[in-house]
């Protein structure tokens, strides 16, 4: 079965780090672009994150430069994202999504997401 | 950045009625060189992830039903659900892949 499992997500004061994680399976890992893409509670969908089947290529989107890193291990069939200098408004709901398409110049539309892993910034 | 617009925020529509969402981009997200719109449609009922319905605008999903449909090219796009069952009630979202970053709709929560 295709899968993705998000893991890490918690309570972090602001100013502090996470680190999520997503797991896959059922799938050639190393094929798709990654994503993360977060939700506000009671908020739309709102991109973060995409990284190349090989690593060597990523995207950010400008709210989090310098705070966030997306990384992959195609070994171990992971994806995470660091997550530094958190702020109240990086509270969401953070899903793992899996590119659409096989082997793309770019990431594209998404075709599995996990479940989602809640990330809460608060004193 | 590509702004996406969705109209309308919400709309109710009866057991077996239509309803049509529309979506407007920015700018065009039509790639000249393969004639592709670069523009996905997503269900998302509470509590649950996004599910990709529709692809390169108008290409449905492996597994959603025929009652979806994607159309539209350039900057003006429409989601119709020809005849609304009782499970899609539901929020949906266009996004356009045409440009980093990647960006959604604001969504449209469609009701019985």
């Known amino acids: 079965e295709v899968q993705l499992v998000e893991s890490g997500g918690g309570l972090v004061q602001p100013g502090g780090s996470l680190r999520l994680s997503c797991a896959a399976s059922?799938?050639?890992?190393?094929?798709?672009?990654m994503s993360w893409v977060r939700q506000a509670p009671g908020k739309g969908l709102e991109w973060v994150a995409s990284?190349?089947?090989?690593?060597?290529?990523?995207y950010h989107v400008d709210s989090v430069k310098g705070r966030f890193t997306i990384s992959r291990d195609n070994a171990k069939k992971s994806l995470s994202l660091q997550m530094g200098s958190l702020r109240a408004e990086d509270t969401a709901v953070y899903y793992c999504a899996r590119d659409n398409l096989q082997n793309q110049l770019a990431p594209s539309s998404f075709d599995i997401w996990g479940q989602g892993t809640m990330v809460a910034v608060s004193s | 950045d590509i702004v996406m617009t969705q109209s309308p925020d919400s709309l109710a529509v009866s057991l077996g009625g239509r309803a049509i969402i529309n979506c407007k981009s920015s700018?065009?997200?039509?790639?000249?060189?393969?004639?592709?719109?670069?523009l996905a449609w997503y269900q998302q009922k509470p509590g649950q992830p996004p599910k990709l319905l529709i692809y390169?605008?108008?290409t449905r999903e492996s597994g959603v039903p025929d009652r979806f449909s994607g159309s539209g090219s350039g900057t003006d796009f429409t989601l119709t659900i020809s005849s609304l069952q009782a499970e899609d009630v539901a929020a949906y979202y266009c996004?356009?892949?045409?440009?980093?970053?990647?960006?959604f709709g604001q969504g449209t929560k469609v009701e019985i």
């Open positions: 990284i190349k089947q090989d690593g060597y290529e990523n």
């Open positions: 700018q065009s997200v039509l790639y000249k060189s393969n004639n592709k719109d670069y």
């Open positions: 059922g799938f050639r890992f190393s094929d798709y672009w």
């Open positions: 390169w605008a108008s």
């Open positions: 996004q356009q892949y045409f440009s980093v970053p990647t960006t």
